[in-house]
């Protein structure tokens, strides 16, 4: 989700939030919606909870451009 906010220059945490939630189906959007760090309105710490709640994410980040960007 990243790229499309930064081509759509959405930088607000709360904006991200609600959009990503548009992207999921209900049951999930409900769920993440009740996270603590989604009512905090937190975009980096609700994503480090979804990287915990979803180990396979972690997996899955690994040998992309991101985690390259991060080792430099």
């Known amino acids: 989700m990243e ?4 081509l759509s220059e959405i930088t607000d945490a ?7 939630l548009s992207y999921v189906k209900a049951d999930t ?9 989604y009512g ?3 975009w980096t710490q609700f994503l480090e909870r979804l990287r ?10 690994q040998g992309t451009m991101g985690q390259l960007h991060k080792l430099c």
């Open 14 to 20: 709360r904006q991200k939030l609600n959009w990503l």
């Open 40 to 42: 905090a309105g937190s």
């Open 52 to 61: 915990t709640e979803y180990l396979e994410l972690i997996s899955e980040e």
């Open 29 to 37: 959007a409900n769920q993440w919606a009740s996270l603590p760090e």
């Open 3 to 6: 790229q499309p906010f930064e």
